[in-house]
């Protein structure tokens, strides 16, 4: 049995720097575009709740490049931080940039464009992925490799299944079926495929299921940095892994050690030194000391990012808490 991460809707947060633990003073931080819907349409306000962007967009992508990808009348172009549109909406699909390249798809075929909007890889795959570590996971028959920044092939399509690169190594499996590992940047497995399933490299370690699906983390050359035995395990951040023991979730450190004891229906990564995490179906924040420091009345929450976090009071209307828990954007629909 492959696990597989609940998903709940996600508004796409800029990740800027991080501020400190809520019942703190809130530092000044470098200026982040956080979307937000009201009457159908998305716009952009600041991390102070002012409105950057009115709402004109169907969707937006990640807002933390200068470029944003924006939909309106259903096709997909390129906004800057002001809302004017640098590459006109023409694509039926769009990526985000990374290191002056971005994804796009048109007729069922995606290539890519750098930032003035010109093609710079031909259209030719199936679907195709933002960079990651300089190479851009590509589908082409069925089949996903990776190209580099020219479109040049890195590493041949042969993969049913594949990651990002993170830490140098992506998680593959040549089967559906089959089971999984870690290649390099060269397509050969620097893991052998061992395991069920996997997340991606963070924290210098990784968190993978094992064949007795139980799941573990290893290092970066395969061995065990923590054994198996957790029910579920999520990647490292801020230090530290959502872990599933028995029908609980709680936290545990590099280490293994345990610092928020598994006491919580669910549970996500932490941010800006906070957890969402849920109990009796409602969703609060938890400190790394355990204690709720944002208590549970949110009926759907994620986790903070450039100081603000989504959640929502009725599955509706969503809108941003800052760390202390208060309303930065009252929530709209």
Known sequence: ??????????????????????????????????????????????????VVVQPTFEFVGETDGDLIAARTAGRWGYVDRQGQFRIEPKYDEAGNFVDDRAPVATDGRAGYIDSTGELAVEARFDAARSFAEGLAAVRLHGLWGWVDADGDTAIQPRFAFTRNFSQGLAAAREDEDGLLGFVDQTGAWAIEPAFLEAYSFSENVVAVQTQDQTWGFVHTDGTFALSPGYYWAYSFSDGYAAVRVGARWGYIDHQGNQVVAPRFDRAEPFSDGLAPVQEDGLWGYVSAAGELAIPLRFIGAEPFHGGLAVVTEDRRAWGYIDTRGEWVWAPTE
């Open 1 to 50: 049995m492959r696990h597989r991460r609940p998903l709940r809707p996600i508004i796409v947060l800029v990740l800027v720097a991080a501020c400190a633990p809520a019942g703190g003073p809130l530092p000044e931080r470098p200026l982040g575009l956080f979307p937000f819907r009201q009457n159908v349409l998305v716009g952009l306000i600041d991390q102070n709740g002012q």
